[in-house]
């Protein structure tokens, strides 16, 4: 595709339920990158993933939080027993690896999450 | 990571330059310079990046000290669709690390 596409925009749900939160980054970018955003901050880390592995997922807060991308394009960042704490922004990233464009990340509008 | 710090916010007027500043005295050799920016309600943009030579794109100029310890983002002539978050950010130049974004310069233009 065009850009990096993310899916919901928007996603209310209520403490304790399992939300998935999908990225569709730019055909042919191996690395993917998973960030959350609170109001008034900058983005944080929370995983990368070169192709079909995760090759550094440090960022994950706990075990409630996991990512996978099966096929090495898109990815899903699922949250189990959400709590009002994990109400962000929610940011991927994709970019090839190598050359030039390994320097440049191109970034979703992101993933709106409100957890009541 | 090796850590940047700018000024919290910053503020211009339309049609002037703006440079704003980001010190990194801890930069080790292997580390580039990036500069990304964020507009309101949007994922953030990749602006430019460098290693020792000063830089320039369509977008705007990276000018970086003799000894790398700072650099400066210059947008040469600023306009309303430039209010931003402007951030500074060290990445190693392996390409296989993740971007550490920290606060960033708010940059507010006036009309």
């Known amino acids: 595709g065009a850009g990096v596409s993310q899916t919901p925009s928007n996603k209310v749900t209520e403490k304790g339920k399992y939300v998935e939160l999908r990225c569709d980054p730019i055909s042919g970018h191996t690395a993917l990158y998973w960030y959350r955003q609170s109001l008034g901050q900058g983005p944080e880390f929370l995983i990368y993933f070169q192709g079909t592995g995760a090759a550094d997922d440090s960022g994950l807060p706990n075990d409630r939080f996991f990512a996978v991308r099966p096929e090495g394009s898109v990815s899903t960042l699922k949250i189990q027993r959400t709590e009002r704490g994990d109400s962000a922004v929610y940011l991927c990233a994709s970019s090839p690896t190598g050359g030039f464009g390994a320097n440049v990340l191109t970034f979703g509008a992101g993933s709106r999450l409100t957890v009541l | 990571d090796a850590k940047t710090t700018q000024p919290n916010s910053m503020e211009s007027n339309e049609e002037e330059p703006v440079h704003l500043p980001c010190n990194h005295s801890?930069?080790?050799?292997?580390?580039?310079i990036h500069w990304y920016r964020q507009l309101p309600s949007q994922g953030p943009e990749y602006v430019i990046h460098?290693?020792?030579s000063n830089v320039n794109n369509r977008m705007a100029s990276l000018a970086i000290a003799e000894d790398r310890k700072s650099s400066t983002l210059i947008l040469h002539r600023a306009t309303l669709r430039d209010a931003a978050v402007y951030y500074c950010i060290l990445r190693d130049n392996s390409g296989n690390t993740p971007l550490v974004f920290g606060k960033g310069t708010r940059l507010s233009v006036i009309a």
């Open positions: 801890t930069i080790s050799g292997t580390d580039y």
């Open positions: 460098g290693l020792t």
